[in-house]
């Protein structure tokens, strides 16, 4: 039978993909908890859309100004995190993989942000700018959306993004969730109009990896030159290297 530590690897996406605290933190005791859901038999995806309700928990708690409901609302964030960290792991470990999860694994994480932000309109709308005379109003909406839609979205494409390219070249298809916008939109577009739940599910989807064709043609330009090719191929081989050891 494998130990703890073993199946804490096993539940890793890849050692150089998993940060410090992920790897000290964050995934310990998300294995602690997919053990004990998988005793249960709870499937991976019951556990990403509990994290959903956590996750709108923590953004209710974070609208109050005084600390003790902001504690709540850290807590709760915590335990969205540790659930959103759960439902990877069980799946890397049963097997449980599937393209809904993939799909209400990001559309969780989207819930939890949407409803922090909502949060900091709200708690900020009637409080007064710092060092001036009048109260937020509009601009709280103004600053959510300019953190949100031009800062915090573009940099979760983005990580997504490098962390599958990443495990593509160093895993292999098996090991990595990198999907096309256009593999994904031929499929949506070849489904009968009566399926409407698969439609409204594939036209979501490729419009998920959208987000990733403008940095892989980014990518391509970069890659055309001789030098570029010859330390991407050298990259590629130490890191295959890496993973057999």
């Known amino acids: 039978m494998a130990t703890f530590r073993e199946l804490l690897q096993l539940s890793f996406k890849s050692e150089d993909t998993e940060e410090w605290l992920d790897v000290h933190f964050t995934r310990p005791v998300g294995l602690v908890f997919a053990l004990f859901w998988n005793r249960l038999g709870v ?26 409901h902001n504690l709540y609302g850290v807590i709760l964030l915590m335990l969205a995190n540790f659930c959103d960290s759960t439902d990877g792991q069980m799946a890397r470990l049963t097997g449980k993989k599937t393209l809904v999860g993939r799909v209400l694994d990001g559309f969780s994480g989207d819930v939890w942000f949407a409803a922090i932000y909502i949060a900091i309109i709200v708690r900020l ?22 953190a949100s839609l031009c800062c915090h979205a573009p940099q979760c494409a983005l990580a997504d993004y490098y962390r599958q390219i990443h495990l593509y070249f160093l895993l292999g298809k098996t090991g990595s969730e990198l999907d096309s916008y256009r593999q994904q939109r031929a499929i949506y577009e070849q489904l009968p109009k009566r399926a409407l739940f698969s439609r409204v599910f594939y036209y979501n989807y490729a419009n998920y990896c959208s987000p990733v064709c403008w940095i892989v043609r980014g990518s391509i330009r970069s890659w055309r030159s001789p030098s570029s090719r010859r330390c991407m191929s050298i990259c590629i ?9």
Do not use: E, Y
């Open 125 to 146: 709308w009637h409080q007064p700018v710092p060092g001036l005379s009048f109260s937020w109003g509009i601009g709280a909406f103004l600053l959510a959306a300019v």
């Open 43 to 68: 499937h991976p995806n019951a556990i990403t859309i509990l994290s959903i309700f956590l996750g709108i928990g923590a953004g209710w708690m974070f609208h109050f100004t005084d600390l003790l």
């Open 237 to 245: 081989v130490r890191m295959k290297r890496s993973a057999v050891r």
